[in-house]
Each structure stands twice: as structure tokens, then as C-alpha cells.
């Protein structure tokens, strides 16, 4: 059993930075891919970005191109998002997540671990 471990959230004003962070315990090789995912008051969970275990090829969704970057390091078992002008309606529970299935890797229903979440907050 994976347990996977967030931190980093907070409150920050428009155009701030925070990085989160996600440590996975007992981290199994038959992990391929790894995603920040995000849900706000009233909206459903949605995928923000994922990376691949084993080239590091990572996917974005379109309204945080260019100002996020997740990144993994697999000797540490551990996944960070990186969060620049960051804008109010980024503000969301996220949640980290790992899968060791194939398929869309936005696809919320393939991913096996989740972590408890970590709040960010971005005020105007």
C-alpha cells in the first residue's frame, strides 16, 4: 500500500509562487504515472498536471501552461508542483495521486493513491 503524503499549501496574494510537495511511501516500481489534481468549493476534482515514472514526460492542463512545472524525483520518492503567478481561481484542495494503470492520465478513476490534500489559497 502506497501512502502518499502532501505539503506546501497556504495563502498567498495574485501572481504569488508556492510549491507543493508529495512524498510516497513505500514508493513500488509498478507506479508509471504521478498527477496533482485539484478541486474547489462546489466544482469537481480536476487534473492539473501529471508526470510519467519512467521518462518524466509530464502533461499540463491548459489554464496552468507556463506557470506551473511538475517535477519528480524518483530516487526520493517524492513529486513537487511548482506554482508561479498564481492567479484567485487556482484556489483548490490539491491532491496528489499515483497509478500503476494505463489509460488517460487525467483520469482521475485510474489513479490507485490519494493523498489527504493540501489547501492553496490565492487572494486578489
Known amino acids: 500500500q502506497v501512502r502518499l503524503v502532501e505539503s506546501g499549501g497556504g495563502s498567498v496574494q495574485a501572481g504569488g509562487s508556492l510549491r507543493l510537495s508529495c512524498v510516497a511511501s513505500?514508493?513500488?516500481?509498478?507506479?508509471?504515472?504521478m498527477a496533482w489534481f485539484r478541486q474547489a468549493p462546489g466544482k469537481e476534482r480536476e487534473a492539473v498536471a501529471a508526470?510519467?515514472?519512467?521518462?518524466?514526460?509530464?502533461f499540463y492542463t491548459d489554464s496552468v501552461k507556463g506557470r506551473f512545472t511538475i517535477s519528480l524525483d524518483n530516487a526520493k520518492s517524492a513529486l513537487d508542483l511548482q506554482m508561479n503567478s498564481l492567479k484567485p481561481e487556482d484556489t483548490a484542495m490539491y491532491y496528489c495521486?499515483?497509478?500503476?494503470?494505463?489509460?488517460?492520465?487525467?483520469?482521475?478513476?485510474?489513479?490507485?493513491?490519494w493523498g489527504q490534500g493540501t489547501q492553496v489559497t490565492v487572494s486578489s
Open positions: 495521486a499515483a497509478r500503476t494503470r494505463s489509460g488517460s492520465v487525467f483520469n482521475q478513476y485510474l489513479y490507485d493513491y
Open positions: 508526470i510519467g515514472t519512467a521518462f518524466g514526460s509530464a
Open positions: 513505500e514508493y513500488s516500481a509498478g507506479i508509471n504515472w
